[in-house]
């Protein structure tokens, strides 16, 4: 059997190869496309190159972890390759900055910048999973996508401001479970 | 494990016609290449070949000895072919299989040799499959069918262990696992033998034809508990992931990471898990394979029988078995020459560690 616009997910569930090149050749435009808009700005061919790459294989290593259709996928696809463009964009900044004298221009740390960095911290997204479900994806919006308030709000049908104040009380409460959970020196100021 | 990549299901992100970038063909070809040689780079660095290979010989050893012993009170047990995971099950593997199993009876014919699938199983990681070999043909005593279902891409191993019920008459199960990095919930199962032989690895007497087999496997059901716990020695680091119980069997998930040195100094790490539950069953371990990008950091899973219906919490305690190969002979130099392999009775440095205990609730 061939993979088909019906039957990819299934199949990149099942680690076929093929599905693979289907997503390439069906999802390159707009994963190239997210990407572009952020790392655009930095000029650099070969991190962009890398990032497209990286995306597609976090697809291919995560695919088992998507749940949905046809439809919901390309919104994954989507929010995969912002949030990994972003990642890629803060750490090629970070490099950038640390290379300049760092001593007149201390790097301001924002929580946001902190909790990217730690994506891979199981403790933290095991945080996250504390939170209601809309407030997780307030938080996975807002830090992990650098989506606006407007935006989130327009995307969950809330007004910006309740966005607002329910970013601050997550931000809050992920700061104080931290400290509960004794994450000593992983979690706590390090990353809140 | 919950990560990144479960959180964003169900986030809407708006794209529209604007946010895509042409791409020409060239393009798109260039990042398939690419990819392409990353997941197969990925796969040839897998550790499970090694563990395998060494389970092999391990198994086939065990495995002909516990067949050859009960032989005869088992063969009298199979008067049709349903219950053949239970001629399997005397050694612990395969307790209560075939009341998960799936029917197929599939039947390829070639050479004058008629293979039948009769029972799979699939428990998201591992294949099962028992089959039976009728034929007028002398294949010894256990034949060989020299290729692994295939069902996935992303690389795969396994184990077979056939042997003679009767006149023409063999009986097997054979065991497939994927290296992918998540459980498939359903399979595309592809299995093309091309050669059935006496010795392994079309090795002995062969008979070649053609046996094909294409049939699709819906998982077992199954739930997951996370467990989060990490043992730190030095030199490496031992973490917990998940264990997944399914109607018949329980995996357990976790990784190793050790540093260059210690790696350098052994030439096998193994981690193990030993589960005992709170009723005072021990559960074997029936298959134990690792995989992972780097030889520093490895992932593990390891197979078990079934969860005692009463048990409420699992006790696991991770033991590190750290080991160096047999010496074979020594150079003009006198140095040592390396086997690639310990056997079982070795004399060469080996070191046992076992970390802390933990529980688990089951329940």
Redo the contacts between chains.
């Keep these: 059997?061939k993979t088909n616009g019906t039957n990819f997910v299934?199949r990149l569930?099942?680690?076929?190869?093929d599905a693979?090149?289907y997503i390439?050749?069906e999802y390159?435009?707009?994963v190239?496309?997210?990407s572009?808009?952020i790392l655009g700005p930095l000029s650099n061919e070969g991190l962009l190159e890398e990032c497209?790459?990286d995306i597609?294989?976090?697809i291919?290593?995560?695919?088992?972890?998507?749940?949905?259709d046809a439809i919901?996928f390309?919104?994954?696809v989507?929010?995969?390759s912002?949030?990994k463009a972003i990642d890629y964009y803060r750490k090629a900044v970070k490099i950038k900055e640390t290379g300049m004298d760092s001593l007149e221009f201390p790097v301001r740390h924002t929580v946001e910048d902190e909790i990217i960095q730690a994506?891979?911290e199981?403790?933290l997204?095991?945080l996250?999973?504390t939170l209601k479900p809309v407030d997780?994806?307030i938080v996975?919006?807002r830090f992990?996508?650098g989506m606006h308030s407007s935006e989130i709000a327009e995307?969950l049908g809330l007004s910006k401001s309740a966005v607002d104040s329910r970013i601050f009380r997550a931000r809050k409460k992920l700061s104080e479970k931290a400290e509960d959970f004794m994450l000593g020196g992983k979690l706590d100021e390090r990353y809140l | 494990?919950?990560?990144?990549?479960?959180?964003?299901?169900?986030?809407?992100?708006?794209?529209s016609a604007?946010?895509?970038?042409?791409?020409s063909e060239m393009?798109?070809k260039k990042?398939?290449k690419?990819?392409?040689h990353?997941?197969r780079t990925k796969k040839k660095r897998s550790y499970w070949k090694r563990m395998i290979s060494a389970a092999i010989i391990t198994f086939g050893l065990i495995g002909s000895l516990l067949v050859g012993l009960s032989f005869t009170s088992y063969a009298e047990d199979v008067p049709f072919l349903g219950n053949i995971f239970n001629f399997f099950s005397h050694d612990g593997h395969y307790v209560t299989y075939d009341e998960q199993a799936e029917k197929l009876d599939l039947v390829a014919e070639s050479n004058g040799i008629t293979l039948s699938i009769q029972d799979t199983v699939f428990d998201g990681r591992t294949l099962y499959i028992t089959f039976m070999i009728e034929t007028e043909k002398d294949l010894g005593e256990t034949p060989w069918l020299n290729s692994l279902p295939r069902?996935?891409?992303?690389g795969m191993s396994g184990t077979e262990r056939v042997t003679k019920i009767d006149e023409g008459k063999y009986i097997g199960v054979l065991e497939t696992n994927?290296y992918?990095?998540?459980?498939?919930?359903?399979?595309?199962v592809e299995w093309i033998i091309d050669g059935i032989s006496t010795e392994p690895n079309l090795e002995g007497t062969v008979f070649e034809g053609d046996w094909e087999f294409y049939f699709t496997v819906q998982a077992t059901e199954s739930r997951t508990i996370a467990v989060?716990n990490r043992w730190e020695i030095d030199g490496m680091t031992v973490t917990m992931d998940e264990i997944k119980i399914t109607p018949m069997s329980f995996m357990i998930y976790y990784n190793h990471s050790v540093t260059e040195k210690l790696y350098n100094d052994w030439d096998f790490i193994f981690v193990e898990m030993n589960v005992e539950d709170d009723l005072g069953n021990v559960y074997p371990t029936l298959a134990l394979g690792g995989y992972g990008d780097t030889d520093f950091d490895l992932n593990w899973m390891a197979t078990y029988g079934k969860v005692d219906p009463d048990a409420t919490q699992l006790i696991l305690t991770p033991v590190i078995e750290l080991s160096n190969s047999d010496t074979i002979g020594y150079d003009e130099d006198g140095n040592p020459i390396k086997a690639s392999y310990r056997s079982v009775d070795s004399d060469a440095d080996q070191e046992v560690i076992e970390l802390e205990p933990i529980t688990v609730e089951v329940k």
């Design positions: 059997m299934r569930q099942m680690g076929k190869e693979l090149e390439v050749d390159l435009p707009l190239k496309g997210i572009y808009k497209i790459n597609f294989l976090s291919w290593n995560n695919a088992g972890k998507f749940k949905g919901q390309k919104s994954w989507a929010a995969i912002k949030f994506e891979n199981k403790e997204m095991d996250i999973h997780q994806k996975i919006m992990f996508l995307s | 494990m919950r990560d990144i990549y479960e959180l964003l299901n169900g986030i809407e992100v708006k794209t604007e946010d895509t970038l042409p791409v393009e798109k990042v398939i690419q990819l392409q990353q997941i069902f996935t891409d992303t994927h992918a990095g998540h459980d498939f919930s359903e399979i595309e989060d």
